[in-house]
C-alpha cells in the first residue's frame, strides 16, 4: 500500500448498542496479489445492524461494518492479473477462505469448511481483525474481488454485493425460472431485489407483505401479484400455490402456515435470519415431501454471475444515498421499515 495509507477513515461501533462514530482504522500494506480499492460507496445491510450491536453475538469491537463495497482500484500488488488501477470492483461478505477444502474448490467459497474470512468483523489470516465498507479504502486479495461491469452505476451496484447475490443464488439452485411459480416473502432491501431477479429470470412472481402498503412499487420491480400476510385469507387462497418461496425477512414466522402454500417437492428458503429460534411442526415437512432450507449469500464465481446477468437486465438496486453522518438515523429507518429499499453511503463523506 502506497506509504500514506497506512490508516484510513471509518465509521465504527465502538461497543455494542454504541451509535457509530467516525475514526480511523489500520489497513494491511497491499501484498503481491491484493489489490487496494478507493471505496466510493457502501450498502447498508439490515445484517450490519444485527452485528454492530451484537444480536448475533461474539462481536468484534470497534467494528467497521459494510459488506456491500463498490469502488475503483487504486493500486494492485505486483502479482496481481486480474484487475489494473482504474478497474470497477466490487467487494461483497467475504475476502477469503481456506481455498483447499471440498467447499472452496467447488467454488462454494461461502460454505469453506474452515469458515470463510468475513468482510468485517471477522479475523483475517494475519491473525487481526478485518474492518469493513464504511470507510474510504479496503485492500482485498484479487481472488475475493468482484469486477462490476460497465452498465452498472456504482452507487446502485453496491447492495447487489451482498442483496443481489443472497437472493439470485437460492434462486438459480431451486431453478426458478419460467414455469415456475416464486414467492417472496417481505419487500425491503432483500426482497426488493429478489422481485428484479425472480422476474428477469422469467418466473411468475408474488411477493407477500405485512400489508398492501409497498403493492405499487412491488408490482412496478416485477412482481405479478401482491398479498397481504395479515390477512387470513391470504393463506387459504394459496394453499399449495408455490414451487419455492423465498423468505427475506429477519422476524420468525409461522412456518406452518407458509410451508402450506407450497406445492408437492416446493421448496421454502431462508435468507434473512431472525436472531431467536422459530418453531415447527414437523408434518408440514413430510406432508408434500417440502423442503425448510436456507441460502447464504454465493462463491466468487457465481457473484460474478449475478453482477453479470444484473448487468445484462439493467437491475441495479433502489438506494436511498445518505452521508455517511447519517448512519445512525438509517439504522433506526431500516428498523421501522422506512427505506425504498436500501440506504448507500456516499464514503466521500467519511
Known amino acids: 500500500m502506497t506509504e500514506q495509507i497506512t490508516t484510513v477513515s471509518a465509521y465504527a461501533a465502538p461497543a455494542p448498542e454504541a451509535p457509530l ?10 501484498g503481491e496479489f491484493d489489490v487496494l480499492i478507493d471505496i466510493k460507496y457502501a ?13 448475533w453475538g461474539e462481536g468484534i469491537y470497534p467494528m467497521v461494518p459494510g459488506h456491500e463495497i463498490a469502488g475503483v482500484v487504486a493500486e494492485v500488488g505486483p502479482g496481481v492479473t486480474k484487475f489494473t488501477v482504474g478497474d470497477r470492483v466490487g467487494v461483497g461478505c467475504m475476502v477469503d477462505s481456506c481455498r483447499e477444502c471440498e467447499n472452496c474448490k467447488a467454488g462454494l467459497e ?3 469448511a474452515q469458515g470463510n ?4 468483523n471477522g479475523i483475517g489470516k494475519d491473525g487481526e481483525p478485518t474492518y469493513g465498507g464504511y470507510s474510504t479504502h479496503i485492500v482485498v486479495d484479487e481472488a475475493y474481488t ?16 451482498c442483496a443481489g447475490i443472497t437472493t439470485y443464488s437460492p434462486l438459480a439452485h431451486w431453478h426458478a425460472g419460467p414455469g415456475k411459480k416464486v414467492a417472496i416473502v417481505g419487500l425491503g432491501g432483500l426482497g426488493h431485489m429478489a422481485v428484479k ?8 412472481v408474488t411477493v407477500l407483505s405485512q400489508t398492501l402498503r409497498k403493492k405499487d412499487d412491488g408490482l412496478k420491480l416485477g412482481a405479478d401479484h401482491y398479498y397481504a400476510t395479515s390477512d387470513d385469507a391470504t393463506f387459504e387462497q394459496l394453499v399449495g400455490s408455490f414451487d419455492l418461496i423465498l423468505s427475506t425477512v429477519s422476524a420468525p414466522l409461522p412456518l406452518d402456515k407458509y410451508l402450506g402454500l407450497l406445492r408437492t417437492d416446493g421448496a421454502f428458503v431462508n435468507v434473512g435470519a431472525p436472531e431467536e429460534p422459530v418453531s415447527l411442526n414437523l408434518f408440514s415437512v413430510i406432508a408434500g415431501r417440502k423442503t425448510l432450507a436456507g441460502s447464504g449469500i454465493g462463491g466468487i464465481q457465481e457473484t460474478q454471475e449475478m453482477l453479470d446477468f444484473c448487468a445484462v437486465h439493467g437491475l441495479g438496486a433502489e438506494i436511498e444515498l445518505i452521508r455517511a453522518d ?4 438509517a439504522y433506526e429507518r431500516v428498523l421501522a421499515s422506512d427505506v425504498r429499499y436500501r440506504f448507500v453511503i456516499d464514503t466521500a463523506t467519511i
Open 21 to 30: 462514530e467516525r475514526t480511523t482504522v489500520p489497513r494491511r500494506a497491499v
Open 43 to 55: 450498502g447498508i445491510c439490515h445484517s450490519d445492524i444485527h452485528q454492530a450491536r451484537d444480536g
Open 110 to 112: 461461502q460454505y469453506c
Open 117 to 120: 474470512v468475513q468482510t468485517y
Open 146 to 161: 468482484l469486477r462490476i461491469p460497465d452498465g452498472l452505476s456504482l452507487d446502485v451496484a453496491a447492495p447487489l454485493l
Open 197 to 204: 431477479i425472480a422476474h428477469a429470470m422469467g418466473a411468475e
Open 326 to 329: 447519517q448512519i445512525n438515523e
